[in-house]
């Protein structure tokens, strides 16, 4: 097992360094996908900045938390394109046009080379420094003590929600090996995960409910600055623990099923 995983290290390790050299050979682009982040990224500053204009106070919330979860939002976007989002989207490109057929020849496991063979930093370079700015910048204005201990669950909390985005979002992507086309699926997702702009308390309790255990998108990026903001309970704290290895196992049935049901293009 320790063996196969720093193999899988090693070769993911190679796929980083080339994903970045390939990028660094068109820096325009590299560039001019900063310039697009930077312009959503004032958008996102917009709730941020109406709330410190008007100093409201929202569900017990602060204009400073309110940065606090913006950032941490902010930055899982940045995770989630780096690591994710090109490799969701072309899914359905490989079954459509049979490329999924070449990967299955690959000596490694086919979810691994599909999943995570791209890493795109063009648009998540901006988000995750931005997102950690925010997160360092409301701490420091709350005046909440910085201890190893809340530093390190913090950045354990942010893996986990990785993580657990990895898990939660490959499914809706896997609706490509029945329909091929996914882009009314990607969209509503996309919706889903923008309600992650504002901290969860601010929606009613059962939209609170479905959004932590049933589909647990608001756990993503509300509970590490809920923990910092000593407003996380042992319960959640828990289920912020199993999540991730939950979803992690129904993603992997589901896409078992899927490649059951794939028929190759060229047969």
Sequence with gaps: MLKTLKRYALIYKVIV?????????YRINFLFANTIEIAYLFIKLL???????VGVVINGYTPDMMMM???????????????????????SNHVRNGTLDLLITKPV??????TLRNVDFGFSFTNIVAGAGMI???WARMGIPVTPSRVLVFMLFIFLGIVLKYAIFLMPSLISFWTVQTAAVN?????????NHVPMHIYGRSV???????????VITNFPPLFV????????????????????????KLWNVAIRNYSSASS
Excluded at 109 to 114: A, D, E, H, P, R
Excluded at 208 to 216: D, I, K
Excluded at 236 to 242: D, S, T
Aim: contains cysteine; positive net charge; charged residues 10%.
């Design 136 to 138: 360092i910048i409301a």
């Design 187 to 195: 969209q509503m997702s996309t919706a889903i995960w923008d309600m």
């Design 47 to 53: 709730y941020v900045m109406v709330a410190f204009r």
């Design 69 to 91: 979860f913006v950032g941490s939002f902010t930055m899982m976007t940045g995770f989630y394109c780096l690591f994710f989002y090109s490799n969701f989207m072309n899914l």
């Design 229 to 252: 903001l000593d407003r996380l309970s042992w319960a959640h704290m828990v289920w912020f623990l199993i999540a991730p290895l939950l979803f992690l196992f129904l993603s992997r």
């Design 109 to 114: 496991s086919l979810q691994f080379i599909v």
């Design 208 to 218: 609170r409910h479905v959004g932590t255990f049933l589909f647990p998108v608001l």
């Design 17 to 25: 360094k080339n994903c970045f050299i390939a990028q660094m050979e």
